[in-house]
């Protein structure tokens, strides 16, 4: 459900939406997950001083309620 | 050519557009400057409101939670509203003092100018947080206001956020006084001189 929530989120603002993957990984303390969006869109994602994806953490985290522990990274898809 | 182009411009940040309403009245032309964005035949604000709408429902069904969405212009500003269908199940999207509203407000402005091609002013509420947090605003900045006008001198409020200050403002230039906003963020707090 996270990772759906932020792929919706995260296709709704770059101009590449179909780039976009999200990959989940869960671990003894917490979830992880990693959006993978085309280059060209990191600007978009990360925002001016980090406010987008500070934004982005806030929704997801808020989402995860008192579980918490969710981490998420931003990789271009050029990256492994 | 119609002369009147103060029409079509945007207007400013909230509290250049306050402060030039209600400074001198002769400087009705050239105002507002700052958002330069050339929006000749700009979205409309309906339009907004439904990209909008489209990229909040997206996430309420993904999360399984009901929600009615509102579409609204207020003060020619799209308005959204997210209205509560069971009441508290919206509480974690307003977050810490509307901190998640905030946060998402951010995301479908980007989504709504990703769509429009421009920037986007939208305002976002969430289970009337905004619409509460208002009335309250309106109250308090009431008192301040007779407390200017009582003792002739500056009030200084307390630390606001951007829409906090803004509603501030509004009701003080209603009551025929100026306002300013002073300090950093995230302390900037609005100062009434009285008339």
């Known amino acids: 459900m996270l990772a759906d929530a932020l792929d919706h989120l995260v296709r709704g603002i770059v101009d590449n939406p179909d780039d976009v993957t999200v990959d989940e990984r869960s671990h003894r303390r917490g979830l992880t997950l990693k959006v993978r969006v085309n280059p060209a869109d990191m600007g978009r994602v990360i925002g001016k001083a980090g406010r987008t994806a500070t934004a982005l953490r806030t929704v997801i985290g808020a989402l995860a309620g008192k579980k918490g522990g969710v981490r998420v990274d931003f990789v271009d898809t050029a990256e492994h | 050519m119609s002369a009147e182009d103060t029409e079509t411009v945007v207007e400013t940040s909230e509290e250049v557009g306050i402060d030039s309403a209600a400074g001198e009245p002769a400087t009705e032309s050239v105002v507002a400057v700052e958002t330069g964005g050339e929006s000749e035949e700009g979205p409309t604000l309906a339009d907004e409101g439904d990209v909008a ?143």
């Open chain 2, 53 to 195: 709408a489209d990229y909040l429902e997206g996430l309420l069904d993904i999360i399984d939670i009901d929600g009615d969405i509102d579409i609204s212009v207020a003060n020619g500003r799209p308005a959204v509203a997210v209205i509560e269908v069971d009441k508290g199940d919206l509480e974690h999207l307003v977050g810490p003092d509307g901190s998640v509203l905030t946060a998402l407000q951010d995301l479908t402005r980007l989504a709504v100018s990703r769509e429009t091609g421009h920037r986007s002013r939208l305002m976002l509420d969430i289970a009337g947080h905004r619409a509460t947090r208002r009335a309250e605003l309106q109250r308090v900045a009431q008192q301040a206001i007779a407390e200017a006008k009582e003792t002739g001198a500056p009030v200084r409020m307390s630390a606001m956020t951007p829409f906090e200050r803004k509603v501030v403002h509004d009701e003080v230039a209603a009551a025929g006084l100026t306002s300013e906003s002073e300090g950093t963020e995230p302390q900037r707090y609005v100062v009434i001189t009285p008339a």
